[in-house]
């Protein structure tokens, strides 16, 4: 004979199971017969496949995801671009500079960084982080090699296809982007901690919209990119933040580029 102890376990157990079943279905814990003849259920009852369905839903919600999280799977193997992929492109993740005033220049440098002189940049422009990337860069021309490293910084790239990618980029987007002039690059190297720029002063050079001049004497004082009519380029930030190099039209090797997005006025 079963102990009265068995029978009080039995008892909550059924009991239990009736207080989910109700709480699932509140309305009835009948029409269980309608699973066997295939027939529908009463509106004001709910049939064993129905309690099941909801019990398995009430489950999942276990093993769902946090608020607020996702589980798409990244859209890049450079995590600075995740989630910037939009139609066939990638925004670069951008950072704000407040217009101010520096010195542009080195008078203790070379005779090309010569004369320092102070500089006024009015507006507000924001410059990406990073340098452009192969990966941003073929979605713009995929023969580009990339020589294994998607992620990297784009080399070998000419100054017209750097403003050609540009002009791409702001048509794509419908913004206005462009390579820095000559003065907001520099700036932005003076200002900034270098960890808040990848490769900002080191490594590979960056093209910049400006002209190559061989000195500084009569250069504008308003951060506006210095042209003429040669066909000489300048590249910044291959050894530091005032050496300055002249680059042709060809494709320069360890250049690349980075961008500025106009502020919307």
Known sequence: MYSRTFWWIIAGLVGGTISLIATVAPKTVGC??????????????????????RIVAWIATFNAPPTGT???????????????????????PMVKIQGGKFDMGNNDGDQTERPSHTVFIKNDFWISQYEITFEE???????ISD????????????????????????????Q?????????????????KPSEYHHIAEDVGEWCEDHWHPNYNSAP??????????????????????????GSDAEEPDVGFRLVKEEVK
Do not use: M
């Not at 589980?71 to 670069?92: A, F, I, M, R």
């Not at 004082?221 to 002249?246: C, H, L, M, Q």
């Open 32 to 53: 269980f017969l309608c699973v066997e003849e295939s027939k529908p259920c009463s509106p004001e009852k709910v049939s064993f496949c129905d309690i099941g369905d």
């Open 70 to 92: 996702t589980s798409s799977p990244p859209t890049s193997s450079c995590l600075h671009l995740n989630g910037k992929l939009k139609n066939g492109y990638y925004e670069p």
């Open 137 to 143: 860069y073929k979605k713009f021309d995929n023969q």
């Open 147 to 174: 020589n294994d490293d998607p992620c990297g910084p784009v080399r070998n790239v000419s100054w017209k296809a750097a403003r050609a990618y540009s002009d791409w980029l702001s048509d794509k987007t419908g």
């Open 176 to 192: 206005t982007y462009r390579l820095p002039t000559e003065a907001e690059w520099e700036y932005v190297a003076k200002i900034t």
């Open 221 to 246: 004082t308003d951060g506006s990119a210095w042209k003429n009519e040669n066909k000489w380029f300048v590249f910044r930030g291959k050894t530091g933040i005032t050496d300055r190099y002249p």
